[in-house]
């Protein structure tokens, strides 16, 4: 039986895929230079977008993409979250996975309704919906400060 000895640790560009100073990276400084001005900017392709009544959904996917890609909505969040008591109350709020499965399921039966004729209808529904959500985000906030 031949044995196959493996090579040597500088012939295998996979031998340290995971390096102890990468596995705890620091945080970067100075994040706010390149995210305040990106922020800025896309708040106002928005307006822009709102103002001249550019198409809706064209727009939001471009800036929900520039958005993600950048870590955009990752900062407004982390500074969100600085706010003392109240951020990150609203972050845990802002990622609960049941608010915005309720807002999904609301938006689904809102496009079927209105398709079948119950626009009327549609109005009271989304009311009711707005005030669920409201109430289980006052009871969740409640809840953590007492």
Do not use: Q
């Amino acid at each position: 039986m031949v044995a196959v000895k493996p090579p040597p640790s500088s012939d295998n560009p996979d031998a340290h895929v995971f390096k102890e100073a990468t596995l705890a990276e620091t945080p970067k400084r100075g994040a706010w230079k390149w995210m305040l001005p990106l922020t800025v900017l896309l708040a106002l392709v928005v307006y822009a977008a709102w103002r001249f009544g550019w198409h809706a959904k064209a727009v939001t996917s471009g800036v929900l993409l520039v958005a993600a890609a950048s870590h955009v909505l990752a900062w407004l969040l982390a500074l969100i979250a600085m706010v003392p008591i109240i951020g990150p109350l609203l972050v845990k709020v802002l990622s609960l996975s049941i608010i915005w499965l309720l807002n999904a399921v609301g938006y689904l039966v809102s496009y079927v309704a209105i398709k079948r004729g119950y626009s009327k209808d549609v109005l009271s529904y989304r009311g009711v919906t707005i005030a669920l959500i409201t109430g289980i985000v006052i009871g969740f906030v409640l809840a953590n400060l007492l």
